[in-house]
């Protein structure tokens, strides 16, 4: 059974930082895309950031150069550092696996909160 545990949410004003967590169980960690989605309130779910396998990330415009995605294989776990936080980025944040023959894997969620 597959698992995503996220963490390390909170409130935090703007400017500021937070790091995501994402550990993962039941599943090949290391041979797996992984990804961080956000939804904000009334909002549809939009990708953030993603890291393949081999390492190579992509970013939403809105956060490049202020969020940075990485990978600890040894750990299974996925982060998202969050720097230069603005209120704009408020929204519960889902770390995702990818799956291109099934349903996507999704964790609960933590939110994030950024007061102005």
């Known amino acids: 059974q597959v698992q995503l545990v996220e963490s390390g949410g909170g409130l935090v004003q703007a400017g500021g930082s937070l790091r995501l967590s994402c550990a993962a169980s039941g599943i090949f960690f290391r041979s797996n895309a992984m990804s961080w989605y956000r939804q904000a309130p009334g909002k549809q779910r939009e990708l953030v950031a993603g890291?393949?396998?081999?390492?190579?990330?992509k970013y939403a415009d809105s956060v490049k150069g202020r969020f940075t995605i990485s990978r600890d294989n040894a750990k299974n776990t996925v982060y998202l550092q969050m720097n230069s936080l603005k209120p704009e980025d408020t929204a519960g944040y889902f770390c995702?696996?990818?799956?291109?023959?099934?349903?996507?894997?999704w964790g609960q969620g933590t939110q994030v909160t950024v007061s102005s």
């Open positions: 890291i393949n396998a081999s390492g190579n990330t």
């Open positions: 995702n696996i990818p799956r291109p023959y099934g349903p996507d894997y």
